[in-house]
T-cell receptor, first 112, second 113 residues
Framework: KQEVTQIPAALSVPEGENLVLNCSFTDSAIYNLQWFRQDPGKGLTSLLLIQSSQREQTSGRLNASLDKSSGRSTLYIAASQPGDSATYLCAAPKTSYDKVIFGPGTSLSVIP | DTEVTQTPKHLVMGMTNKKSLKCEQHMGHRAMYWYKQKAKKPPELMFVYSYEKLSINESVPSRFSPECPNSSLLNLHLHALQPEDSALYLC????????????FGEGSRLTVL
């Protein structure tokens, strides 16, 4: 049974710091794992999708890794900026590849 | 075109009203989703249509009625809602099958008086 958790729940860092967000899942037989960001009151923006056969994906200052055996994914943000302030959510399929469920999210605040 | 378009952006309705939320995508995606999101909570899955057939219903009350008229459109019909149904309703789509990125619309903010 797939459960998705995220640590920390909230994070506040000064501008310029590198940071790591964590996502854990209980069922290692996932099809893929996706990271999103959400600004207040807005929809979700896809950041990175990692297929089950991949170990990591990179986009600009973002790097996401996947370790299926340990049930973990990390999102690494380099040289954080105030514009990175948002809630970051990870999502993975549960029981079937259509049933995509979300972790509780990490609220990130980058202080200028 | 990588857009999922939702209308209306905001909706206020009374508990006796009937209204609908609409979602449209032209990416050729074959799976479409409705999620409900309350403040400071993650999206909760409500319904999934796969190849225009309802494949997942997460025990959603019958006052929410989904409809998929064709592969590009998804509706959510609302009737006799309760104030606790006030939330952001998000539509999403993905190509279908065991891979594929989930794309979201901007959501419809629903307030039930």
């Amino acid at each position: 049974k797939q459960e998705v958790t995220q640590i920390p729940a909230a994070l506040s860092v000064p501008e310029g710091e590198n940071l790591v967000l964590n996502c854990s899942f209980t069922d290692s037989a996932i099809y893929n794992l996706q990271w999103f960001r959400q600004d207040p009151g807005k929809g979700l923006t896809s950041l990175l999708l990692i297929q089950s056969s991949q170990r990591e994906q990179t986009s600009g200052r973002l790097n996401a890794s996947l370790d299926k055996s340990s049930g973990r994914s990390t999102l690494y943000i380099a040289a954080s900026q105030p514009g990175d302030s948002a809630t970051y959510l990870c999502a993975a399929p549960k029981t079937s590849y259509d049933k995509v469920i979300f972790g509780p999210g990490t609220s990130l605040s980058v202080i200028p | 075109d990588t857009e999922v378009t939702q209308t209306p952006k905001h909706l206020v309705m009374g508990m006796t009203n009937k209204k609908s939320l609409k979602c449209e995508q032209h990416m050729g995606h074959r799976a479409m989703y409705w999620y409900k999101q309350k403040a400071k909570k993650p999206p909760e899955l409500m319904f999934v249509y796969s190849y225009e057939k309802l494949s997942i219903n997460e025990s959603v009350p019958s006052r929410f009625s989904p409809e998929c008229p064709n592969s590009s459109l998804l509706n959510l019909h609302l009737h006799a809602l309760q104030p606790e149904d006030s939330a952001l309703y998000l539509c999403a789509s993905r190509p279908g099958g065991d891979t594929g990125e989930l794309f979201f619309g901007e959501g419809s903010r629903l307030t039930v008086l």
